[in-house]
């Protein structure tokens, strides 16, 4: 069957620019899956995406006119139900039959086969392929019932008299089949094969489409629109670089702003704006951010990253002479740089410190109290956190940073912009001449944000981190706060994810178990909550070392031993991978799991301790020889921490393992023997299980 490629627009007003990406390839992606299901596109079909931010339109290669007809066979009934005791059809069975539009003479074509229960009568029959129309109607009701819209507005259609939900008003449908126009409709619109260009910038306001392939390049030479969503973020990213380097600059980067910016333009044009040097006294992470937030521009960044007094413009016009777009911009921009300024000035005029009694007045939680009490227990976690590591200068800073870590809360500054919390608590303390590595940590004390942030940059503000974190993870599941399947509104999994890589990854002497239980103590809780919050925190770190690339098993076998000390984590990892690379592991795991099962069978303790004149085997007297020489390697290694070569040295007991179990009977009838050969499985388990269970490795 023949097949030509398919043009879908939806023609709108504009669409919200924060999803314009994520509406576009839901538009395209159901509709394509929709016509494939309805057997209307082949194997090799593609599909190319547009959206603007007027229209949302797909483009489908080798899309068949109508659908192959298929054999189909329809499950009617049971025999006995259909066909009395002569074989005559019954009168539900011609009941049935003539709801699925068959007469009588269809009896004679029915099958009967098993089900697996009883017979059953099937009609096979030849069921018509879908129509282009049947199949595309279908789709696009599908597709729109299925965009992902974060808000739906109600309007009337053209009609004056029927309303119709959708994410913007709609004014324009083309469906075209080749040259062919399909004969659809949706939200009150009948495809046609017109749509419009650019509001100011198009050659005529009605662009009539010669054939489906030519969509993208009509819009762009008689509508001057890009069409498509990456070609025209690739336009704006070839502009941004090019009117950059002409300064000798570079522009910010933010994919999110660069997102934005191309579902807010259809044609970009690149500009550069100023403004006066004067406002550059200001943080430049305000001036970035009010710049970015408020106006869509693109600061412009010197070589050693220091924001300049000029910024870039994506215009959605082209005008012969762009200076009063450009200095209409720059006159927007003026007012927002000079509030920062005025909030900056502000903010400077009273200390840090004066400000803490207004903690008191934030409500942090109805259940856990206000901002300064939080600010209180934060600094009792931190202070003890710090008197494990340094000495009393140390704990000085610790506690200072600690206590004014949320002060910038109560800031005009982070008013307006609560992105800067931290960044302008950070510039007050310099302001105040306060010590560096204070007013970094209290920058810092929120990293890291997300996976694969930057953590705190010393160790005060690693301290003050880890107690923020802490305080609001157990604070929040002291009072059954914790999240629920993938509900997890105080990001509680983040929190214990940043206290984790703190504590793995800053290789400092601090336990986890007593850094839970200091914690719990202000808050008067349970043991049975401190094993909830243990529980939590190893499974958010089996998900994230997973995704790291190592294996279930390897994961399991190195926290099944709830190590204490996290940073040993990442070594032992790295131990039990080289190992399970040894061809002698999968035998040494398998007997591991073997000797773990018997040990597990016995009542009472079992010592690791062996007599040897109960020994009578040669197979245990060779084990045990074997465990004499290599247990005292193996620990020394473990004892200096090179956990891999300590796993590599049991290597060599793989041999007198194996030979062990094929000649020896553990579950001796003479009870010393027995409880002798148990001390021996027992040594063994003890050598083999420091740096990991190596019984999870086995399959």
């Not at 282009?132 to 008299?161: C, F, H, R, S």
């Not at 500054?413 to 302008?424: A, S, T």
């Not at 003890?686 to 019984?695: F, H, K, P, T, Y």
Request: charged content about 25%.
């Amino acid at each position: 069957m023949s097949t030509r490629n398919l043009l879908v627009e939806l023609f709108v007003e504009e669409l919200p620019p924060k999803v314009l990406k994520k509406l576009g390839e839901s538009f395209s992606g159901v509709l394509a899956d929709s016509l494939k299901a309805s057997g209307l596109l082949v194997e090799g079909s593609a599909v190319t995406t547009f959206a603007s931010p007027r229209r949302l339109a797909a483009h489908i290669t080798q899309v068949s006119a109508k659908a192959a007809d298929k054999q189909v066979a329809q499950k009617l009934m049971p025999a006995t139900v259909g066909l009395d005791a002569n074989g005559n059809a019954t009168p539900a069975l011609l009941k049935k039959l003539q709801a699925l539009g068959e007469g009588e003479s269809a009896v004679a074509k029915l099958r009967k086969e098993n089900d697996g229960k009883a017979d059953v009568l099937f009609l096979d029959a030849t069921q018509a392929g879908a129509t282009l129309q049947e199949g595309l109607q279908k789709a696009l009701d599908e597709t729109l019932a299925k965009l992902p819209i974060p808000k739906v507005m109600t309007y009337q259609i053209n009609d004056g008299w029927q309303s119709v939900n959708f994410v913007r008003p709609a004014h324009g449908l083309v469906a075209l089949h080749g040259d062919v126009v399909v004969p659809v409709s949706v939200l009150g619109l009948s495809a046609g094969n017109t749509t419009q260009g650019h509001r100011f910038e198009a050659k005529q306001p009605v662009v009539t489409l010669t054939s489906s392939d030519t969509y993208a390049q009509q819009l762009t030479d008689e509508g001057a629109v890009i069409a498509g969503f990456d070609a025209r973020r690739a336009e704006i990213v070839k502009q941004l670089q090019a009117a950059a380097e002409k300064q000798g600059l570079k522009p910010i980067e933010d994919d999110a702003l660069l997102d934005e910016v191309t579902a807010l333009v259809e044609r970009p044009n690149v500009l550069l704006g100023q403004f006066e040097q004067e406002f550059l006294a200001v943080p430049q992470e305000c001036l970035i951010l009010t710049m970015k937030a408020n106006q869509k521009y693109f600061p412009l960044l010197d070589a050693s990253g220091k924001l300049t007094n000029k910024f870039l413009i994506v215009s959605n016009i082209n005008p012969a002479d762009a200076s009063k777009v450009i200095g209409g911009n720059e006159r927007v921009v003026r007012p927002r740089l000079a509030d920062a300024k005025f909030f900056f000035d502000q903010d400077r005029k009273k200390t840090l410190e004066s400000r803490l009694p207004g903690l008191g007045k934030v409500v942090y939680h109805n259940k856990l109290g206000s901002q300064g009490e939080r600010n209180e227990r934060v600094v009792m976690i931190a202070s003890a956190i710090a008197q494990q590591i340094g000495g009393d200068g140390f704990v000085a800073k610790v506690a200072q940073a600690a206590r004014l870590s949320k002060i910038d809360l109560l800031t005009d500054m982070v008013g307006e912009f609560p992105e800067l919390q931290g960044i302008m608590g950070r510039y007050y303390a310099q302001h105040e001449g306060l010590a560096d590595d204070v007013a970094y940590a209290i920058e810092d004390h929120y990293r890291p944000r997300f996976a694969g942030d930057e953590l705190p940059r010393s160790q005060v503000g690693v301290v003050v981190a880890l107690a923020d974190k802490l305080e609001t993870l157990v604070g929040l599941f002291s009072i059954g706060e914790k999240p629920t399947g993938d509900k997890d509104p105080f990001a509680l999994r983040r929190q214990a994810l940043g206290i984790l890589r703190m504590l793995m990854e800053t290789d400092l002497p601090l336990a986890f178990d007593q850094l839970i239980a200091q914690t719990l103590s202000v808050f008067n809780g349970s043991q049975e909550v401190a094993e909830a919050i243990k529980a939590f925190c190893f499974d958010r770190l089996a998900v994230n070392l997973r995704d790291q690339g190592a294996s279930a098993q390897e994961v399991d076998a190195v926290l099944s031993l709830s190590p204490n000390q996290l940073a040993e984590v990442p070594r032992r990892l790295s131990a039990v991978q080289a190992f399970a690379n040894l061809a002698e592991a999968p035998a040494l795991a398998a007997a591991n799991k073997r000797v773990s099962n018997i040990l597990k069978k016995v009542e009472g303790e079992v010592k690791a301790e062996v007599k040897a004149e109960l020994l009578q085997e040669a197979a245990e007297k060779a084990l045990h020889q074997a465990l004499a020489e290599t247990k005292p390697k193996a620990d020394q290694l473990f004892e200096t921490g090179d956990y891999t070569a300590s796993l590599q040295a049991l290597a060599i007991l793989k041999a007198p393992v194996d030979t062990f179990f094929d000649a020896v009977m553990v579950n001796a009838d003479d009870p010393a023997l027995k409880a002798n050969r148990l001390g021996l499985l027992a040594t063994l388990h003890q050598a083999m299980n420091r740096v990991a269970d190596l019984s999870k490795l086995a399959s």
